[in-house]
């Protein structure tokens, strides 16, 4: 089938494979942390920080793992990263099952992975490039990893969910901790060409004064870098407030939680199916402009439903909206950055992502502690309406 084409290449299917079984561990874990935390705490704000403590040390770091990747054989960047992160995620078992553990522990091991992913997603994402020897499908082979990451969005969270009712929150730390032993094994598996030094490696600083340089030099992506950083605090971070939602809008338990996200998932994975069967030369630029629009109307009207099932249908178009969104961005930065510049236009993205977002994450608590869960999540939705808006100039702009 044509949405599957990039399947043929063997690397980028053994690739994808062992990340898949990682993804699902990782979301399960993550589900399982904000759960520990809203459950420890009951508060809005700390439960915006836990997001902010796994994810801000990425904004620091990952402009230097984005000199690290593009200096660097990325495979084996990929190999310590990913062995860091099990141990990680190791510890964090060891500390939940005999009971050792407090927020600070929480809050200590999250950051942990947070500097291990500022070097692993610079690393990681450039990596797609080598496993596909058609450069043509590399656009569904981008689609097809953001579909797997997206199913482990639904699948992550509902097995999560399911676990913290029957077991403990310990159990899905010590499966996403196994899980990384299908990741590493896929990699050790991988046949790619011998690695080729790009040659001179200028200092640190050198390497971003180039990137600034090359920015300047191209506008388009600066805009889009500039439109993900706006959405990323103050929109994408709408999920950072869905336990609250689960326990006081719906009376819910865990159980409920990891419906809300397993349905945001479920609009994820739809999204980048379709992204994914899209033909070459599509005008990714207008499907970022309507999936952002799709995304701002999905969080308005999950923000005031009480009905649980209502809410579930907007949380998949929700999911739809965003997860595309992040797709299409990688999409455009992978197939407009220059080989020799994509670590560091990635590091960029994960800072975007992964900066903002955390400290959109902190804003919107800290909101919502004021104004309530539903206004916050209803102003998030306006705004994202609002940077559509700003940007339609740019992103409905003939090629």
């Known amino acids: 089938m044509n949405t599957f084409r990039a399947f043929r290449h063997r690397n980028y299917t053994l690739f994808f494979i062992g990340q898949s079984v990682s993804q699902i561990g990782t979301w399960m874990q993550r589900t399982a942390v904000s759960w520990v935390v809203y459950t420890l705490t009951h508060s809005t704000i700390l439960l915006g920080m836990s997001v902010f403590v796994s994810q801000f040390p990425i904004f620091v770091f990952s402009l230097w793992g984005g000199v690290v990747a593009d200096r660097y054989n990325?495979?084996?960047?990929?190999?310590?990263?990913?062995?860091?992160?099990?141990?990680?995620?190791?510890?964090?078992?060891?500390?939940?099952?005999?009971n050792h553990y407090n927020i600070g522990v929480i809050f200590c091991l999250s950051g942990v992975l947070g500097i291990?992913?500022?070097?692993?997603?610079?690393?990681?994402?450039?990596?797609?490039?080598?496993?596909?020897?058609?450069?043509?499908?590399?656009?569904?082979?981008?689609?097809?990893?953001?579909?797997?990451?997206?199913?482990?969005?639904l699948a992550g969270p509902a097995l999560a969910g399911i676990l913290l009712q029957q077991f403990s929150a310990g159990v899905c730390f010590l499966l996403n901790t196994v899980s990384f032993v299908a990741v590493i094994g896929s990699l050790l598996m991988l046949r790619l060409p011998p690695y080729v030094s790009p040659g001179?490696?200028?200092?640190?600083?050198?390497?971003?004064?180039?990137?600034?340089?090359?920015?300047?030099?191209?506008?388009?992506?600066?805009?889009v870098l500039l439109m993900l950083i706006a959405m990323s605090f103050f929109v994408f971070p709408f999920d950072a407030l869905l336990p609250v939602f689960a326990k006081t809008t719906f009376h819910g338990d865990a159980a409920t939680y990891?419906?809300?996200?397993?349905?945001?998932?479920?609009?994820?994975?739809?999204?980048?199916?379709?992204?994914?069967?899209?033909?070459?030369?599509?005008?990714y630029r207008f499907i970022l402009w309507l999936n952002s629009i799709i995304l701002g109307i999905g969080i308005i009207s999950f923000s005031h439903i009480a009905n649980l099932p209502i809410a579930l249908a907007f949380a998949v178009i929700a999911g739809f909206g965003a997860m595309s969104q992040s797709t299409l961005y990688i999409t455009i930065i992978q197939l407009n950055a220059d080989a020799s510049m994509r670590g560091r236009i990635m590091s960029l993205f994960a800072m975007a992502v992964y900066g903002m977002m955390p400290l959109g994450s902190l804003f919107i608590g800290t909101v919502s502690r004021f104004i309530g869960a539903p206004n916050a999540l209803l102003c998030q939705g306006l705004v994202g309406l609002v940077i559509a808006a700003l940007f339609t100039g740019f992103l409905l702009r003939r090629r």
């Open 200 to 223: 001179r490696k200028s200092r640190t600083d050198g390497g971003l004064k180039e990137m600034t340089e090359y920015l300047k030099r191209t506008p388009d992506l600066s805009l």
């Open 116 to 153: 291990i992913n500022a070097y692993d997603i610079p690393a990681r994402q450039p990596l797609v490039h080598q496993l596909v020897a058609d450069k043509s499908e590399l656009p569904n082979a981008l689609a097809l990893n953001s579909a797997m990451v997206n199913f482990a969005r």
């Open 74 to 98: 990325r495979y084996r960047i990929l190999l310590v990263t990913q062995a860091a992160s099990m141990l990680q995620a190791g510890l964090l078992t060891l500390f939940v099952l005999t």
């Open 258 to 283: 990891g419906y809300i996200r397993s349905s945001i998932g479920l609009g994820a994975v739809i999204s980048t199916f379709v992204l994914a069967s899209l033909k070459p030369g599509a005008d």
